[in-house]
């Protein structure tokens, strides 16, 4: 019953109800979308032979695009991540009517577990103020963090990512414990990667290579779409997976593989990321349209963040 379990997988990941054909054309048709734009800033910068994901590998290989994978490097793109994340704090009223207490922190994965650990992840301050909120970068080789990619990670796991979304909640009185600890990660995962596109609205991508950078996590999660239903709906090998990976992204076998199997071993996951993104860009885009000269991305920003955790279709309901 393998067709009906993937689709209440899905449905249970995402919080919307979306069949597997219609996810696999939403991913095609955004990989297509953010492959173009960044061909066009690839070309821009004078970088126009190859497929795009074949220059984005190379862009991934230049030097001057990498800190040395040295202790002394290390802590170089260490102090990169929290010149962002402090650059960013101080920009955050323009959106936000309402931040955190707790402050957040860069710091590297302990050498004792990278080799097990994701590329960047978000732990939670506690409430008594004990400990920080914790932006965790893995530094086992800084050739997979390349400088034109970090801005984007900043945004997602700190601020305005996930350390607003998770600790607003966990600091409210105003809502019950038990939905300032939930979570759904069509919600958590949306909120994050929709946070990615802020930096736009705030001129904070000047830089091409930024442009890039963000760009390329967003078709990463536009392929999870594609490759995630591929391997569930569509029949793909895992093979077949790997190979759509490597031809879109400026991923290594290594990681297209490890990626790959992270969609086989939990079929649907990986969908939250993009839907969830899109999901909150279409209330926003309604919102405007609604309000009109009444709009404030500020009180916006609230509706999405003041009760905690939610399905995707509750959320709609609430703006």
């Known amino acids: 019953d393998g067709e009906a379990y993937y689709a209440s997988a899905a449905e249970a990941a995402t919080t919307v109800r979306m069949t597997g054909d219609e996810i696999h054309k939403l991913g095609l ?35 001057d695009q990498l800190f040395p994978n040295t202790d002394p490097g290390r802590e170089a793109l260490l102090e990169s991540l929290r010149a962002q994340v402090r650059a960013m704090e101080k920009r955050l009223p323009e959106q936000f009517a309402s931040l955190p207490k707790a402050p957040v ?7 004792s577990i990278q080799a097990g650990a994701p590329g960047g992840y ?19 080789d ?27 909640a966990l600091e409210s009185s105003a809502i ?22 802020l930096g736009y609205d705030m001129g904070l ?33 895992r093979e077949q997976a790997i190979e759509y990976m490597l031809a879109n992204s400026d991923m290594g076998k290594t990681d297209a593989t490890a990626e790959v199997e992270r969609y086989i071993a939990i079929p649907s996951q990986a969908l939250a ?7 909150i860009m279409r209330l926003k885009e309604k919102a405007k349209k609604e309000l009109g000269s009444k709009f404030d991305v500020r009180e916006f920003h609230n509706q999405v963040l003041n009760t905690g955790a939610l399905p995707l279709t509750v ?4 703006i």
């Open 29 to 63: 048709e955004q990989v297509a979308e953010i492959s173009a734009r960044i061909d066009a800033i690839l070309k821009s910068q004078g970088i126009s032979e190859g497929t795009v994901g074949a220059r984005l590998v190379a862009l991934n290989e230049r030097p």
């Open 315 to 318: 959320l709609e309901k609430k």
């Open 105 to 111: 922190e860069v710091r590297r994965v302990p050498p």
């Open 273 to 279: 990321y993009k839907i969830g993104a899109l999901t």
């Open 122 to 140: 978000y732990q939670a301050a506690t409430l008594d103020g004990s400990r920080p909120g914790i932006y965790y970068i893995n530094l086992r």
């Open 176 to 197: 019950p414990l038990i939905r300032r600890r939930g979570g759904f990660s069509g919600y958590s995962e949306g909120w994050a990667l929709y946070a990615e596109t």
């Open 142 to 168: 800084t050739f997979d963090r390349p400088k034109f990619g970090l801005a984007t990670l900043s945004y997602h796991e700190a601020v305005p990512g996930h350390h607003l979304q998770v600790m607003l």
């Open 205 to 237: 991508y000047r830089d091409p290579y930024a442009r890039i950078g963000t760009l390329s996590d967003e078709m990463l999660r536009a392929m999870r779409l594609v490759v995630d239903t591929g391997i569930h709906s569509k029949g793909w090998t």
